[in-house]
């Protein structure tokens, strides 16, 4: 069955297969969070997106081993089983440099605009996004036989940016930033894999920005 990205706590991961990367979609926790785990086949090397809550699912989802956890903001929803996963699989922390101070746990490689993070022979870029917290990323991989694929945490969904708490300066910065740095560089095909809920594509999304932008929200 090809991957579709429903995902419901205490039901089924969803797996998608790419020539060089495994991304395994799981929901947890009371508030729906989405966790991704990224295999790489080259390597078997594993990096987790979020570990949001309900250590045991993901643990369970991990397996064997997990090089490196990143989270991608500093709210307690994304990060709330971290500790209990770094412990149990001695994973490498990795966040937003700017959130990083609003983790429980110490984030051990923090992250910059433009970086590259690396799941054993796979290359993900670094963006920082700015509006729903000061120092939020996501991850893009540009698959070199695909198209992209954007991991947003709270920044994007499927009908709008993440939530600014009703500041139009938070919400013009974000907006901004995820025109500039997601939908100018990526084309319609990149498929997004946000922090909550279901998966959506640019292609589906972009026709809305207009709209987004006189809403405010």
């Not at 090089?67 to 699989?89: E, G, I």
């Not at 054993?120 to 070199?144: F, K, N």
């Not at 499927?158 to 560089?185: C, M, Q, Y």
């Not at 095909?189 to 809305?208: C, I, K, M, N, Q």
Request: hydrophobic share 40%; with cysteine.
């Amino acid at each position: 069955m090809s991957y579709h990205g429903a995902v419901t706590v205490g039901g089924t991961p969803d797996v998608r297969e790419l020539a060089h990367l495994v991304i395994t979609k799981v929901a947890v926790g009371r508030m729906n969070n989405n966790a991704y785990l990224l295999r790489c086949r080259a390597t078997d090397e594993q990096l987790l997106i979020d570990a949001a809550a309900e250590a045991p699912v993901l643990l369970e989802t991990v397996g064997d081993s997990l090089a490196t956890v990143v989270t991608t903001h500093q709210h307690r929803d994304h990060w709330d089983a971290l500790a209990v996963v770094v412990a149990a699989t001695g994973a490498r922390t990795a966040a937003g440099r700017i959130d990083a101070a609003g983790i429980e746990v110490p984030t051990e490689l923090p992250l910059d605009d433009g970086d590259t993070l690396r799941v054993g022979e796979v290359a993900l870029t670094v963006r920082h996004l700015v509006g729903h917290t000061p120092g939020a990323i996501v991850l893009v991989y540009d698959d070199p036989q695909g198209h992209s694929h954007v991991f947003t945490g709270d920044c994007l969904f499927p009908g709008g940016v993440g939530n600014t708490w009703g500041d139009p300066a938070a919400f013009r910065s974000l907006l901004h930033d995820v025109e500039t740095k997601i939908f100018a560089p990526l084309a319609d095909e990149t498929w997004v894999y946000p922090g909550h809920g279901d998966d959506t594509t640019l292609g589906a999304e972009r026709p809305h920005l207009d709209e987004w932008r006189s809403r405010g929200w």
